[in-house]
């Protein structure tokens, strides 16, 4: 269905100048513009942002989604995912250190996120997943990719999200834990969104690499 389709992006900030790069992938209905607000959140300093944008468009205006309902209780992830490693080699690593990269996912994107870890075989600086969930939770499957078992990992999910659960955040870290040494699971007060007190932490996080 998306055969040699790519994706489109938007970069904000100076690729060229930039020594850290931070991809942002959207949640259902979104689309590349959709948390522009963040980088003014985070301010990290020497760094770009790249916001893919999900390939699936949604009824709505500039509204997109990563993945579409195949049959009842069936998704298709595979097209997707094939599309953001491609992007990932072809836009990311061909410019940064992949220890440079840091991938974050909201929502929908926290599913990527997950999805992304399994199969990324470059190490990445830290993989942030926010508001999401896991797939395939009851399969004995790989997790986590064998490059990624110390990437920093952080899943961050608000306590009254009434949207995804914050259970699904937690069934996440236990699954991940049993395969990477570096994952942690931090629950703030609020409900669907990306919390202030997570923001403070990850930018901490990412800029103390650098010091």
């Known amino acids: 269905m998306l055969k040699d389709k790519k994706l489109d992006y938007r970069v904000v900030g100076n690729i060229k100048s930039s020594r850290i790069c931070l991809v942002f992938i959207h949640g259902w209905g979104g689309d590349k513009n959709s948390f522009v607000k963040v980088v003014d959140s985070f301010n990290v300093e020497s760094s770009v942002w790249f916001m893919p944008q999900g390939p699936y468009k949604i009824d709505k205006k500039n509204s997109y989604s990563w993945t579409y309902e195949i049959s009842p209780g069936k998704f298709e992830r595979d097209e997707p995912i094939k599309m953001l490693l491609e ?18 996912g909201f929502s929908q994107g926290g599913l990527v996120c997950y999805e992304m870890i399994k199969l990324l075989d470059k190490p990445l600086g830290g993989v942030f ?49 049993k395969e990477n040494s570096n994952v942690s699971l931090d629950i703030y007060k609020g409900g669907h969104k990306i919390g202030l007190s997570y923001i403070r932490k990850i930018k901490k996080l990412i800029e103390s690499k650098y010091k």
């Open 87 to 104: 992007f990932f080699d072809s836009q990311i690593f061909s410019k940064f250190n992949s220890k440079d990269v840091f991938l974050f």
């Open 129 to 177: 997943p926010i508001g999401g969930f896991m797939s395939g939770v009851k399969k004995n499957i790989i997790r986590v990719h064998p490059n990624q078992s110390s990437t920093p990992i952080v899943i961050g999910h608000g306590d009254q999200d009434e949207v995804i659960s914050v259970e699904e955040s937690k069934i996440a870290h236990k699954l991940i834990s």
